[in-house]
């Protein structure tokens, strides 16, 4: 069944069907949280909520549209909602990305220095994303965190689609621009 026949059952009363939407979409939501919140615990507890809002709102759903652009908007919002409440950024949580990675999929071979390698890299990422413009940053979290297609992350950012590919395009332009302006200062600092 799509995600829009379960909501459409959800709807109609049969309530038990929502654990399904929620395991299609917990995993690429915790990503996508934890990028914006920076703390694994708050990251739950917001996906958590846009579940719950969801759940009570499911009456509203269209199923002409993507359940996955709904659940990431209410998201986004939720997570947004947090950071406001929180008046100041939070202080990001070293390796928080890999350590929601490593927790959140099956686990694999990898040796301990690939571990620490792949939490350097995903810290380093967080960082990055955190000093972007928000709507790059956000349109960066749909696409990869949250695997949305670039018409979903229109719909959920409210723009258009040349818009949503252009927020993206320019949001991995400054990433890689910042990652290569990183990494000549640290071979600077190595050959010193």
């Not at 759940?55 to 359940?67: C, I, P, Q, V």
């Not at 979290?141 to 229109?154: M, N, P, S, T, V």
């Not at 400054?174 to 010193?192: F, K, P, Y």
Request: overall charge neutral; hydrophobic content about 40%.
């Amino acid at each position: 069944m799509t995600d829009q026949q379960l909501m459409q059952l959800v709807a109609a009363g049969q309530s038990e069907l929502f654990d399904e939407l929620v395991r299609r979409h917990r995993t690429p939501m915790l990503r996508m949280a934890i990028s914006k919140l920076s703390d694994p615990a708050d990251a739950e507890d917001a996906v958590q909520e846009a579940f719950f809002a969801a759940f009570r709102a499911k009456h509203t759903f269209d199923a002409r549209y993507s359940f996955r652009s709904w659940i990431c908007t209410i998201l986004l919002n939720v997570c947004r909602r947090q950071l406001r409440q929180s008046a100041t950024r939070p202080a990001r949580v070293s390796g928080s990305l890999s350590e929601l990675a490593l927790n959140a999929e099956p686990a694999t071979n990898e040796s301990g220095l690939t571990s620490l390698l792949l939490r350097e890299r995903n810290g380093l990422l967080g960082e990055l994303l955190d000093s972007l413009p928000e709507v790059e940053a956000d349109a960066l979290r749909l696409r990869f965190f949250g695997e949305l297609k670039f018409e979903e992350i229109a719909g959920v950012m409210e723009s258009s689609l040349n818009a949503a590919k252009d927020r993206v395009r320019r949001g991995l332009e400054r990433l890689a621009e910042m990652a290569r302006r990183s990494s000549s200062i640290c071979q600077e600092g190595d050959r010193s």
